[in-house]
């Protein structure tokens, strides 16, 4: 619908063109910004059609099924279509001008505005602001530059408030970065802080647990060397106790024979804590190697539970419970019957009535468990992490009457560790316990054809603990040419840039230079690059930091046929 129409032949017509724009713009709710653009642009496209010898006119519309304002504008020159000061002006205020043509000869054309309304509006409302327009006078040019003017002062007044809004924005922005800045280079120093004190605190974990590993190390050569030195002069005493309270002898009174049978049982009993401590010793020093075969466990079980029934208080009753006819394991049945021995000796002890169960179970095909459960006194739940350390008994009304050293269960744990499984307990005090061996059933080596004979040549046992580098040694005796020894890192690069070695079995943590500047020593060094490297270290050995190294294996529980196995597989 046709609002309004303004014909442009002069000067006065292109100061009427300004006042009608604006007026349009607002009739149709524009607000004060898009008024100026729009009355801005059409006196520009206005001076251009002015100067030209036929004139032109501007139309405004209203475009109901759109909702736009449509301004033609006809009788723009030819000339000017593309870099007129007019148009130009026209498409850097408004975002939609378009060129047409409009006359035959293309001697001139228009230019079309589309702007959205702000609202939709319907044909009535476009009729109402035709007839509001039709109302309003045009004033004179005077009076437009008045108009002009006070739009300048206020764009200048509103761009002189946004430059003072913006210039205190900058310098508000400006002491946020200081803040910032000041901020991060606190907290950068606060990071460098807590970053060296925790590499200081890595540092003192790493020296701590290598003391302690040293300390643990220490204790089982002792307890070896103790348990070895006791045992002899015991077992001597024990002997000669026998032969004294032998019938056929006929020397000792009844009360010489009473105190010598005395010294016998105490002698029987410090004989039996020199045996655990000596058990416990190897298998804390790796010294127990598992002999692996096939067991029947339901069959070994059952005649330790026949050994041990006469052990039973009355009133108590022991039994084996299993859903399996026969279960085989590939394991030690010398160290797997110790084991059941032990847990049933230690459930019968603290079992004063009710019964006591060894429950056989497939928890999977790759598993079985062993599980021995008690009506017993029970454990509480702060005394369960001990009893599993040497040397530990938890005090309660039965440890008056029963002797004990503390060993059994941490050398039934180390045992069924060495053996790779795992013993647990879960016990309720006044309810009872029940002790787990989980023990893998597969055996550890299935092929059965016989391993090709494996022959090293000289080898470099590199390791801090000498009682380490002596099993090693036995381990490679039929294997290996020659067995040396280094104590750490530099004695090992010594020693390599030296003589010449067809392997390296290497530890990681070492005094001086540890098993991982080895490594790089020897990948940096051309003659040694190639020399095959194993790493055997007490940590995991999968997360074992060994780029160079051909194979890792664990300390704890290595045995002869393991080394060997990994050698011959890696080599």
Same mark, same amino acid.
């Given at each position: ?64 099924? #759109? ?51 702000? *609202?939709?509006?319907?044909? *009535? ?42 210039? @205190? ?45 040293? =300390? ?92 041990? #029934? ?115 307990? @879960? ?133 002869? *046929? =393991? ?9």
């Amino acid at each position: 619908m046709r609002l309004f129409h303004q014909d442009i032949a002069s000067a006065d017509d292109v100061f009427a063109l300004r006042q009608r724009s604006r007026q349009v713009a607002a009739v149709a709710g524009f607000d004060t910004a898009d008024q100026v653009r729009l009355a801005t642009a059409l006196s520009e496209l206005g001076r251009d059609v002015m100067v030209t010898d036929h004139g032109g006119a501007v139309d405004f519309a209203i475009d109901v099924d #759109r909702s736009q304002l449509v301004v033609t504008c006809t009788g723009l020159p030819h000339t000017a279509r593309d870099a007129g000061p007019g148009l130009v002006a026209a498409r850097r205020l408004l975002p939609a001008v378009e060129v047409v043509g409009t006359t035959d000869d293309g001697s001139a054309d228009g230019v079309e505005i589309r702007r959205s309304l702000p *609202s939709p509006a319907t044909a *009535s409302e476009a009729a109402a602001m035709r007839t509001a327009l039709e109302r309003l006078v045009v004033i004179s040019p005077l009076d437009e530059l008045r108009a002009q003017n006070r739009e300048l002062l206020a764009a200048l007044e509103e761009l002189t408030a946004r430059h003072e809004e913006l210039t @205190e924005l900058n310098a508000e922005l400006d002491q946020t970065n200081q803040g910032v800045m000041a901020m991060y280079t606190q907290l950068s120093e606060e990071l460098e802080t807590t970053n060296r004190g925790v590499v200081a605190l890595y540092a003192e974990l790493d020296e701590k647990s290598q003391r302690l590993q040293e =300390t643990t190390e220490a204790k089982s050569r002792f307890l070896n060397n103790v348990s070895h030195e006791l045992r002899s002069p015991v077992s001597s005493l024990v002997g000669l106790s026998r032969l004294l309270v032998d019938p056929d002898n006929g020397v000792l009174s009844d009360d010489q024979r009473r105190q010598v049978e005395l010294v016998a049982s105490t002698a029987g009993e410090l004989l039996d804590l020199v045996n655990q401590l000596l058990d416990l010793a190897r298998a804390e020093f790796r010294r127990l190697e598992p002999e692996v075969i096939r067991v029947e466990l339901v069959e070994l079980v059952a005649r330790v539970v026949e050994v041990l #029934r006469p052990q039973a208080r009355d009133g108590v009753e022991l039994g084996v419970a299993t859903s399996e006819e026969r279960v085989d394991v590939f394991t030690d049945p010398t160290l797997v019957r110790q084991v059941v021995r032990n847990l049933i000796a230690n459930a019968l002890a603290f079992t004063t009535s009710g019964s006591v169960t060894v429950r056989i179970e497939r928890p999977s095909a790759k598993a079985v468990a062993v599980a021995v459960v008690d009506t017993g006194i029970g454990i509480a739940l702060a005394d369960q992490s001990k009893i599993f350390e040497e040397f530990v008994q938890v005090r309660g009304p039965h440890q008056a009457t029963r002797r004990g050293s503390g060993l059994g269960l941490a050398y039934s744990r180390r045992v069924v560790e060495l053996l790779g499984g795992e013993l647990d307990v @879960e016990s309720e005090v006044g309810r009872g316990s029940t002790f787990t061996v989980r023990l893998p059933v597969d055996d550890p080596t299935p092929s059965t054809s016989p391993p090709p004979p494996l022959a090293i040549g000289r080898v470099l046992v590199v390791d801090d603990d000498p009682m380490f580098r002596a099993d090693v040694r036995s381990m490679l005796q039929a294997v290996a040419s020659d067995v040396a020894e280094a104590a750490d890192g530099v004695q090992a690069l010594a020693q390599l840039r030296r003589d010449r070695f067809d392997l390296v079995l290497l530890d990681l943590m070492m005094p001086r230079l540890d098993g991982a500047g080895v490594l790089t020593a020897m990948a940096a060094d051309p003659e040694l690059r190639d020399v095959p490297v194993v790493v055997i270290t007490s940590a995991d050995p999968s997360r074992a930091q060994a780029p160079h190294a051909v194979a890792a294996l664990a300390k704890q529980g290595l045995t002869a *046929s =393991t080394l060997l196995s990994s050698l011959a597989a890696h080599l």
